[in-house]
């Protein structure tokens, strides 16, 4: 009996003895769980710290990169602007955040020539539970965001019809165009950038060619356009896809090429091989049309410069149909039609959206901005949108290049759609 009770009381002291054990383990155990649960916790904030900081600093980039036309002062302000915007919406900083942190703002030149800006910041955050190490009170989070500028090279086709005469035209567009011509070019890089000018009214004329340096060039043919004559706006754009397409861009070099197309109204010029009007001529290119619906066609030399209504050979203006043995004139569509303005119109229209889908099939972004007063031979929205390929066309193509198509009718309206592609294409061209 002695014995027995010897070893009952050991078996309970045995008991006591794992029990302590596993008191002992449990709160190991339990130490190592809020420490790791803390460390979830504290790495949470840093993982949501890093994506807001790593926002902050791709939009810092973007914005300062766009905005480098202005000098790197100024883009560097705005970047720090825009990183504060998206790191602090409001101004409201996040509470496990030490401070505001400040980004490091950087300008270079890549292998290509190209600009760049990165963007650099480092956010301190508190920790809440391994804070009670000494060492781990603090956690730093670091991003780093980069935006590269390719080069621009775009052909502005300008329309300098009679209607944009600022005195006696009908849209009076020729007051604003040339202020809102020379505010859009000076956000491109003189140095950098190439720009090419084409004017196009009966006929059309290539003012500047494809240049680096550029802005004072371009600013100049605007100033002195000379408003007269129709609307060849299938030349003008013809004309912009040749000398867009004749600059070859190395394969190192990244590139964007644009047509900028403005407008007061409908096209109403066709080009043609004939020897109509003068028969007794050879066969050689006119420019038909240039009048309003309701109005005979008229016949211009391919090189006037100026065709008034009425007007004479001198200016360009040969003489109205019918006239010589002219009958009809061959259409893209395979068909012939008469020499009426109707059918010019709607030929030139399907002609100018055929020459664009040629530009977006090389690569090249189409924007449209349109004057329109109203009245007769006012401009369609479709047609623009067509031409530029914008959201909203009924043929819009998501695979192909998209522009924009801005109208107004207030030609003071000018400079801010020429700025609205501006922006657009500056987008663009940072990456």
Not at 37 to 48: Q, T
Not at 282 to 305: E, K, L, M, S
Not at 365 to 375: A, R, T, W
């Amino acid at each position: 009996m002695h014995r027995n009770l010897n070893l009952q009381s050991h078996r309970w002291s045995g008991r006591e003895g794992e029990r302590g054990q596993i008191l002992i383990l449990f709160a190991v155990f339990l130490t190592v769980l809020v420490l790791f649960m803390g460390l979830g916790i504290d790495l949470g904030f840093a993982y949501i710290t890093k994506a807001q900081l790593s926002k902050a600093v791709d939009a810092a980039a973007l914005a300062g990169m766009s905005n480098f036309y202005q000098g790197s002062g100024t883009a560097s302000n705005i970047a720090v602007g825009a990183f504060a915007a998206n790191f602090a919406p409001a101004g409201k900083k996040p509470g496990y955040v030490a401070t505001m942190p400040v980004p490091s703002i950087g300008f270079s030149t890549d292998s290509a020539s190209n600009q760049t800006l990165t963007v650099s910041a480092t956010a301190t955050i508190n920790t809440f539970f391994i804070g009670i190490l000494p060492q781990w009170k603090t956690l730093n989070v670091t991003d780093t965001g980069q935006a590269t500028r390719a080069k621009v090279i775009m052909t502005l086709v300008l329309d300098h019809s009679g209607s944009m005469d600022p005195y006696n035209g009908s849209s009076q567009g020729g007051a604003y165009l040339p202020t809102a011509v020379a505010n859009f070019i000076n956000v491109f890089e003189d140095n950098v950038d190439s720009a090419a000018v084409v004017t196009f009214g009966s006929s059309v004329t290539n003012d500047v060619p494809m240049s680096t340096p550029f802005i004072a060039k371009v600013t100049s043919a605007a100033n002195n356009i000379i408003w007269a004559g129709g609307t060849f706006s299938h030349g003008g754009l013809t004309n912009a896809l040749q000398i867009n397409n004749a600059v070859v861009v190395p394969a190192n070099v990244n590139a964007i090429k644009a047509v900028i197309f403005f407008t007061d109204g409908e096209p109403n010029m066709i080009q043609t091989v004939t020897s109509c009007p003068n028969p007794l001529a050879p066969a050689q290119r006119w420019n038909f049309g240039g009048h309003d619906i309701g109005y005979p066609a008229g016949v211009w030399q391919t090189n006037a410069v100026s065709a008034a209504y009425g007007g004479n050979s001198q200016n360009g203006y040969y003489c109205l149909f019918p006239c010589g043995t002219c009958a009809s004139f061959p259409s893209i569509d395979g068909s012939s039609y008469p020499y009426t303005m109707v059918n010019i119109i709607q030929e030139s229209t399907n002609r100018c959206i055929q020459v664009a889908n040629q530009m977006r099939a090389a690569g090249m972004y189409v924007y449209c901005i349109g004057l329109n007063v109203g009245g007769v031979g006012a401009l369609d929205a479709d047609f623009l949108k067509q031409v530029a390929n914008a959201e909203g066309s009924p043929t819009f193509n998501g695979n192909l290049p998209k522009g924009l198509a801005l109208t107004t009718g207030n030609g003071a309206d000018l400079t801010e759609l020429f700025q609205q592609v501006a922006g657009d294409i500056l987008l663009r061209l940072t990456y």
